[in-house]
């Protein structure tokens, strides 16, 4: 069935540092897949997001690398900051698919030490 | 500018009883996603609704219905609570039924005791 697997599940990093999360997909009709940072009690928010078109896409410190071949897709965090700290979920959906449905990775807690 | 809302914030239940969780969409969205977050995993999809009709359903029982109104908003039924059905019920708005973002509400802690 659908599977994302998310790694590490928990990871710590000097603040300045680069951080790395790693997620593979098993449904080969995936085709989108969203990076969301969720702080301790509250929503769920898409940070970045890319489709299988691309291979790369950048925003500021943010950035998503995506294989189609491997079913592999990687968030790469630089010059971390404290406010970084959050649980990461990695997800993966079909778009142009019979629904939006999500299926997400198990999350990896990112702490970023000052 | 009000983004996904969802009420109750929080709720307390006991084993064998039912609950009702609500969700207003993003304006102009049409769609809603409902999802099961148990403590340190990943959400899990129970339902998606667009225009008033289920478009997808996850792996769940059939204690778990939803519905979605005439203004877009959504209901989550779940019937003869157990324990494990204790979790954060996230509600996603997006635009159409498919090839749209997910945005999210800050969720329903149900705790069933």
């Known amino acids: 069935g659908e599977n994302v697997e998310q790694h590490p599940s928990t990871l710590s990093v000097q603040e300045g540092d680069s951080a790395v999360i790693k997620c593979t997909y098993s449904d080969s009709a995936s085709n989108y897949f969203p990076w969301y940072k969720q702080e301790l009690g509250k929503r769920p928010q898409l940070i970045i997001d890319i489709r299988s078109n691309v291979g790369e896409k950048k925003d500021q410190r943010i950035a998503v690398t995506l294989n189609k071949t491997a079913k592999h897709f990687s968030l790469h965090i630089t010059e971390t900051q404290p406010e970084d700290s959050a649980v990461y979920f990695c997800a993966a959906s079909t778009f142009g698919g019979a629904t939006n449905k999500l299926i997400f990775g198990t999350g990896t807690l990112l702490a970023v030490q000052p | 500018d009000a983004g996904v809302t969802q009420s109750p914030t929080h709720l307390i239940k006991t084993r064998g009883q039912h609950v009702t969780l609500r969700c207003s969409p993003i304006s102009g969205h049409k769609s809603v996603s409902w999802y099961q977050q148990v403590l340190g995993q990943g959400p899990q999809f129970i339902f998606q609704y667009y225009e008033k009709e289920e478009r997808g359903r996850g792996n769940f029982p059939d204690r778990f219905s939803a519905r979605q109104f005439p203004n877009y908003s959504s209901e989550l039924n779940v019937n003869a609570l157990l324990l494990g059905d204790s979790a954060l019920y996230l509600c996603?708005?997006?635009?159409?039924?498919?090839?749209?973002?997910?945005?999210f509400g800050q969720g329903t802690r149900l705790t069933v005791v």
């Open positions: 996603a708005s997006s635009l159409q039924d498919t090839n749209t973002e997910a945005f």
